[in-house]
C-alpha cells in the first residue's frame, strides 16, 4: 500500500514524502520511504486504504508516532494515535 509521510518533528518548512507499506501490526508500521529516515523523528503516516466507505468513498488511515528503527530508507514507527478519514469526494462511476 502507498503512503504519504509529513515529518512532525522538522523545521517549518515540515519534510514530506511518500513510500510504501512493508508491514504492519496493532502496535507499529514498517515502510519504505524516498528519504532515509533517523530515530526519534514524530512522524504521521497516511495511508491509502484498499477499501472505500459505502462502495464510493475513497479511505486513509492516519497514523502518528514515532521512528523506532531506522536503516537508511527504511524504518519501523510506533504507533501512538490512529483514525480514519476521508480522502475527498466520491469516485465516479463511468
Do not use: C
Request: proline residues 3%; neutral net charge.
Amino acid at each position: 500500500m502507498g503512503l504519504q509521510y509529513t515529518v512532525l518533528s522538522s523545521p517549518a518548512p515540515r519534510i514530506t514524502g511518500e513510500g510504501r507499506v512493508v508491514d504492519v501490526s496493532r502496535s507499529g508500521v514498517r515502510f519504505t520511504a524516498d528519504r532515509a529516515m533517523v530515530s526519534g523523528m514524530n512522524i504521521e503516516l497516511a495511508i491509502q486504504w484498499p477499501v472505500l466507505l459505502d462502495g464510493d468513498v475513497q479511505m486513509q488511515l492516519v497514523l502518528s508516532g514515532n521512528i523506532v528503527w531506522a536503516d537508511g530508507n527504511e524504518a519501523a514507527m510506533e504507533i501512538v494515535r490512529h483514525e480514519f478519514r476521508t480522502r475527498g469526494g466520491r469516485l465516479k462511476v463511468v
